[in-house]
T-cell receptor, first 116, second 113 residues
Framework: AQSVAQPEDQVNVAEGNPLTVKCTYS??????LFWYVQYPNRGLQFLLK??????LVKGSYGFEAEFNKSQTSFHLKKPSALVSDSALYFC??????????????FGRGTSLIVHP | SQTIHQWPATLVQPVGSPLSLECTVE??????LYWYRQAAGRGLQLLFY??????ISSEVPQNLSASRPQDRQFILSSKKLLLSDSGFYLC????????????FGDGTRLSIL
């Protein structure tokens, strides 16, 4: 069975500092990995995905994520945090088609708080 | 471009009353459709998903049901609501395929009194 872990319930960072939101996964085979952001009383918005190729994936709003196969991790990063980045972030894993689940498995979410 | 609409945005219902939440997608055809429930602003629980008209898969047994009467319409229903049905209900769509992200509506906040 596939699974996703977001080990931090909350991450606090000062505006202008780099941020990292952690995600580790477990899946048989090569994973398809996704990051989403959720603002209060809104639906989730897709940020970026890793399918194959370059381990560093760039996405919306200046976010990027680094895929590390040996550590089974897909951490979300941003070089300089903004107060407006404060939100709930979800990591999700899917597949692979050879035996993984088509239905995405989501982590429990990490609340990012950026202090002015 | 593709858009997803969910309504109503908020709903207050008495225990034992029926429920109907509607979700429609525009700008794409044959999408995969999903209903999720989010409790306390955290984890997502998949309730139903559909890969085509009339094809519904249920992930969690409960007093809710789903229907897909048209290609881009997904409806979540209940005949009798329970207090435990309170929550934030999210509809999502995706292009078929393992490598495709999901796109979410802005949800319905359901409160049961």
């Amino acid at each position: 069975a596939q699974s996703v872990a977001q080990p931090e319930d909350q991450v606090n960072v000062a505006e202008g500092n780099p941020l990292t939101v952690k995600c580790t996964y477990s899946v048989s085979g090569n994973p398809y990995l996704f990051w989403y952001v959720q603002y209060p009383n809104r639906g989730l918005q897709f940020l970026l995905k890793y399918i194959t190729g370059d381990n560093l994936v760039k996405g919306s709003y200046g976010f990027e994520a680094e895929f590390n196969k040996s550590q089974t991790s897909f951490h979300l990063k941003k070089p300089s945090a903004l107060v407006s980045d404060s939100a709930l972030y979800f990591c999700a894993v899917r597949g692979p088609p050879s035996g993984g689940s088509y239905i995405p498995t989501f982590g429990r979410g990490t609340s990012l708080i950026v202090h002015p | 471009s593709q858009t997803i609409h969910q309504w109503p945005a908020t709903l207050v219902q008495p225990v034992g009353s029926p429920l109907s939440l509607e979700c429609t997608v525009e700008g794409t055809s044959n999408p995969n459709l999903y209903w999720y429930r989010q409790a306390a602003g955290r984890g997502l629980q998949l309730l139903f998903y559909s890969v085509g008209i009339g094809q519904i898969s249920s992930e969690v047994p409960q007093n809710l049901s789903a229907s897909r009467p048209q290609d881009r319409q997904f409806i979540l229903s209940s005949k009798k609501l329970l207090l435990s049905d309170s929550g934030f209900y999210l509809c999502a769509w995706s292009v078929p395929g393992y490598n495709q992200p999901q796109h979410f509506g802005d949800g319905t906040r359901l409160s049961i009194l």
